[in-house]
Nanobody
Framework: VQLQASGGGLVQAGGSLRLSCAASGRTFSSYSMGWFRQAPGKEREFVAA???????YYAASVKGRFTISRDNNKNTVYLQMNSLKPEDTAVYYCAADLHSDYANPVVSEYDYWGQGTQVTVSS
C-alpha cells in the first residue's frame, strides 16, 4: 500500500484546511484508515480514524472540529479541519490498518504510512 498525503499549509487560528490521502496498491475499501500528527519534540498521536464501512473515532482534542471521511471510488481519505488552533500545528500523517475492522486509534497497529504534510496554525 502506498499513501500520499496532501493539503497541509499555513492558516490563521480559527481557519480551516482539508487534508487528503490517496491510497494505492490494495483494495482500499477493505481496510481502515487513520490520521495522526506529530509536533516537534512530541510523540506521534492519534487524531481520527475511519473503518472500512465508515465508522469513525476521534481524539478528544479534535472531536467536534475535525471530520474524517473516505471516498472508496477515489481511494482517498480526507480530514476536514475546522476551527483550527495553534496547538493543532504538527506534521499530519495518514496510515492504513489492514487488520482491524474498526476505527483503530492505536498508532502501533497501523501497517503503512504516508509521508506527512505540515499544518501550521498561527495565532
Amino acid at each position: 500500500v502506498q499513501l500520499q498525503a496532501s493539503g497541509g499549509g499555513l492558516v490563521q487560528a480559527g481557519g480551516s484546511l482539508r487534508l487528503s490521502c490517496a491510497a494505492s496498491g490494495r483494495t482500499f475499501s477493505s481496510y481502515s484508515m487513520g490520521w495522526f500528527r506529530q509536533a516537534p519534540g512530541k510523540e506521534r498521536e492519534f487524531v481520527a480514524a475511519i473503518s472500512w464501512d465508515g465508522s469513525t473515532y476521534y481524539a478528544a482534542s479534535v472531536k467536534g472540529r475535525f471530520t474524517i471521511s473516505r471516498d472508496n471510488n477515489k481511494n482517498t481519505v480526507y480530514l476536514q479541519m475546522n476551527s483550527l488552533k495553534p496547538e493543532d500545528t504538527a506534521v499530519y500523517y495518514c496510515a492504513a490498518d489492514l487488520h482491524s475492522d474498526y476505527a483503530n486509534p492505536v498508532v502501533s497497529e497501523y501497517d503503512y504510512w504516508g509521508q506527512g504534510t505540515q499544518v501550521t496554525v498561527s495565532s
